[in-house]
């Protein structure tokens, strides 16, 4: 049974989410900017570095911040951190699996500011054992971990079912209703329309 503080209120978003899908994956990129200094976060660097190169025009990229290392989420990486010198930051159970070397370990609970606004990485594996998603004001970044209609997958050597519920459970199912989830794949969701099917997703992963 979870428990969701009804008090809880999701502050509107001080920054925008701008996104598109690449790839036959349908990877999302997604750029985080604050509008008033520009300043910009890219979560994953997905298949091709020139759209993403030509979204973050105009903005000062802070960070490149990695939901996990999965190939399809890190086919750009190299170029857009070689064309951007922004620095690098990943969870340290997945730093092995970057193709380059990491500027900083993103350690679970940890800020980092953008303009007024203050991103809190959370650590949710399951997926994979240095899987992250990202909070902010009313948008979650979800990477792999949550989807519309279930967990990301864990049939892999290092997946693990049991701890992808345990993370979605304590760490994301916490969050208020109207938080939107923009997942590493595919459409956004919100934490109200999945949190009900919980006890479904458990009694199929068994
Ligand atoms: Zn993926």
New binding site residues.
């Given amino acids: 049974m979870i428990t969701v503080d009804e008090g809880v209120e999701v502050m509107a978003s001080r920054v925008q989410l701008k996104h598109f899908s690449v790839g036959s994956?349908d990877?999302n990129v997604y750029i985080l900017v604050d509008p008033e200094t520009k300043e910009s976060i890219l979560f994953d660097a997905?298949v091709d570095a020139e759209p993403i190169l030509r979204e973050l025009e105009g903005t000062k990229l802070k960070y490149i911040l990695m939901t996990?290392c999965?190939r399809?989420?890190v086919g750009a990486l190299k170029e857009v951190h070689d064309r951007t010198g922004a620095p690098v930051g990943v969870h340290a159970a997945e730093s092995e699996r970057l193709p380059l070397d990491a500027d900083f370990q993103i350690e679970d609970q940890q800020t980092f500011a953008l303009g007024n606004a203050e991103l809190k990485a959370m650590h949710t594996p399951g997926?994979s054992p240095g899987g992250m998603s990202f909070l902010v004001d009313d948008i979650l970044v979800s990477?792999?971990t949550l989807f519309p209609g279930g967990p990301?997958n864990t049939q892999r050597p290092d997946g693990s079912f049991d701890e992808i519920i345990n993370s979605i459970k304590t760490k994301l199912f916490v969050l208020p209703d109207e938080m939107k989830v923009y997942p590493?794949?595919g459409k956004p969701t919100t934490i109200g329309q999945e949190r009900p099917h919980l006890q479904e997703w458990i009694d199929r992963g068994k």
């Fill in positions: 994956w990877n997905p996990h999965d399809d989420h997926h990477g792999d990301g590493g794949h």
